[in-house]
């Protein structure tokens, strides 16, 4: 099963092996409120942890997404170019945004887990 670690900007990554699935929380989600549109990544971009991955609008903002982890874009989830109220309907798990190839898995320590999210949610 993957491990899933969270930014405390509310973006999410699932780890299996060594790439990672991006998204952004259902708290994230639930907080934008109806999302209109995801801009997601060119397959191939690199990125650096913590750099602009993404970009979201909906009916009340436009948002960056955030990249959780350094590597390289291998796959991203065209459904939500058709359908961004994915994002809400499921922002945990069908609404990814993109796959990425780890670079340096040392920087899930950055990162937190479920639990160490939750809590983090109730000083919000």
Do not use: R
Request: charged content about 25%; aromatic content about 8%; hydrophobic content about 45%.
């Amino acid at each position: 099963m993957a491990e899933m670690y969270f930014t405390k900007e509310h973006e999410w990554v699932k780890v299996s092996g060594n790439t990672g699935k991006v998204g952004i929380s259902d708290h994230a989600a639930h907080e934008l409120g109806d999302i209109t549109f995801v801009e997601l990544p060119k397959v191939g971009k690199t990125v650096k942890q913590f750099e602009v991955l993404a970009a979201i609008e909906s009916v009340k903002a436009a948002s960056d997404i955030f990249s959780p982890l350094s590597g390289k874009v291998i796959a991203v989830n065209d459904e939500l170019d058709a359908t961004p109220e994915v994002v809400n309907e499921s922002a945990e798990e069908k609404a990814w945004m993109a796959e990425i190839e780890i670079a340096d898995a040392a920087e899930l320590k950055n990162l937190m887990t479920q639990d160490q999210y939750t809590e983090y949610l109730k000083t919000l």
